[in-house]
C-alpha cells in the first residue's frame, strides 16, 4: 500500500506597525500624504511599505524639520518614510516666524471708477501686505460756463492713517452760450439804438452795442435809421409821425420858459434848461432833448423866433428838477420858500432869474401865468441872491428887471421889479418894458 502525503504552503502574514504623525507645536502647520488628504490618524504599514510625506506650515511658521525620537531625518517639507520593525512617532517640527518692525514701502494708489485701492507692501517680507478700498465722495465742484468745462473733485478717505486721502475729478462739459433774440432799445429822443444779445446761462457774457442814428425828415416825418457793425444785430428804423405839435416865440430876448402837460421834443436851435441843485451860491443845471409832461423849462433860442415842438411819448422824469409850473393861471400861494420867475436885466438882452412881483425877496404869494414855469428853492438852502443867470449863476448887482413875460400889459413897476399900482407924478417907473417918467394919467 501506498501512501501519499500531501502538504500545502502556509501563506505569509506580513508584520505591520503602527506610523503616527504629529505636529510640533500644536497647530503650527499639518502634515499630508502626498497628493492625498491630512493624516489626522495613525497609519498602519507594513515592515519595509513606504509613504510620502508633505508638510504645510500654518501662517506665522515656518517648517523646521522631521524627528523620530531625539533624531532629525530630514529638513525639506517632502518626506519619504519607510516602515522599520516597529511602532514609529514621526514628528514635523514647526516654528514660529520671528517677528518684525515692518519696513513698509511706499503706497500705491489705484483708480477703478470712483474706487480707490490703496496697498502698502512690508520690504522685509513681501507677504505682509497692508490694502484699503474705498468709494470717494464728491467734495467740490467747480461750475461749467458757456465755453469752459466745469469740474468735480472726488475725495477717497481711508480709515487707515498711513493712507493719504485720494483725488479725482470729472469733467462737467461746457454748457455753450444760449443766445436769445436780440433786443432793441431806442433813446427817449431816439437818437441812440441799443442793441442787446443775452446770454441766457450768463448775463456777462451779453452783447450790447450803441449805435448813433441817422436822422432824415420829410414832410414832418422824421425818420431814424440805426445800423450796427455786429452782424447778428439788424439795422433798426423809427419813424416819428408828430401827432401834435405846438409853437413857441422867443421874446425880444430870446428866452421864454413852458409848463405842458405833454411831453415835446427840443427843435434844434433851441436849449432847453432845468435846475437841478445848488452850488455854494449857484445853480447846477441840465440841458434837455425831450422835455417830459409836467416839467418846468426855460428855453433860450433866436430873438423872436418861433420854434415847432413836437409831442413825444417817454419815460423820463426828473425829480430833482427845482422849476414848477402852472398849466392854468394860478397864484402861487406863500410856502415860505425862495421863488424866482424868468426875466430880462435891464439895459441888457441877458435872461435870467429874478424873484417875482409881489414877493419880498422871493417869498410871498405870486401869480404864474398859464403854461409859464418858476424857480423854487427852499428856504432851508439858506441861499436868496437877486438874480440868476440862465445858466445858474447868481448875482447881487441887480437893481433893475423888465418881464418880458408880461405880455405888455401897461402896468408900472419900480426898479425892483415890483408892481406899483398908485404910481406918482414925477417919478420913474418900468411899463412895458420901458423906463418912463410918470406924469399922471
Known sequence: ??????????????????????????????????????????????????????????????????????????????????????????????????????????????????????????????????????????????????????????????????????????????????????????????????????????????????STATVTTEGGVTTYTATFTNSVFKTQTYTYVPAASITVTMSEYGFLSLYADKAYIVPSGLKAYIYTGISGRNLTYKMLNVIPAYTGVFFEGNPNTTYTLYETTTTATYPENMLSGRLTEEVVPNDGNVHYILTRLEGTNKGGLYWPKGTVNGVGAFTCKAGKAYLTIPASAGVAPRYFTLRGQACEEVTAVDEVEADGDGRYYDVLGREVRDPQPQQIYIRKGQKVLYIGE
Open 1 to 210: 500500500m501506498t501512501v501519499t502525503a500531501k502538504f500545502e504552503e502556509n501563506a505569509v502574514v506580513p508584520v505591520t506597525h503602527t506610523l503616527t504623525v504629529v505636529v510640533d507645536p500644536a497647530n503650527s502647520g499639518k502634515v499630508y500624504k502626498t497628493g492625498a488628504d491630512e493624516i489626522t490618524a495613525p497609519v498602519t504599514m507594513a515592515e519595509g511599505a513606504t509613504i510620502d510625506l508633505t508638510a504645510q506650515k500654518a501662517a506665522g511658521y515656518d517648517f523646521v524639520e522631521w524627528k523620530i525620537g531625539e533624531n532629525s531625518v530630514g529638513t525639506d517639507e517632502s518626506y519619504t518614510f519607510t516602515m522599520g520593525t516597529e511602532d514609529v512617532t514621526l514628528v514635523a517640527v514647526f516654528e514660529p516666524i520671528p517677528e518684525h518692525v515692518h519696513k513698509w514701502g511706499a503706497p500705491a494708489y489705484s483708480w477703478n471708477g470712483l474706487n480707490c485701492t490703496a496697498e502698502r507692501v512690508c520690504e522685509l517680507d513681501h507677504t505682509h501686505i497692508e490694502t484699503e478700498t474705498v468709494t470717494a465722495t464728491l467734495t467740490s465742484t467747480t461750475a461749467p460756463t458757456c465755453t469752459e468745462a466745469g469740474v468735480n473733485i472726488y475725495t477717497a478717505v481711508f480709515t487707515n492713517t498711513a493712507f493719504a486721502p485720494q483725488t479725482t475729478t470729472t469733467e462737467i462739459p461746457a454748457l455753450g452760450h444760449d443766445w436769445k433774440e436780440p433786443v432793441y432799445t431806442w433813446s427817449a429822443d431816439h437818437t441812440t439804438c441799443t442793441a442787446t444779445r443775452e446770454c441766457g446761462n450768463d448775463a456777462s457774457h451779453n452783447i450790447v452795442e450803441v
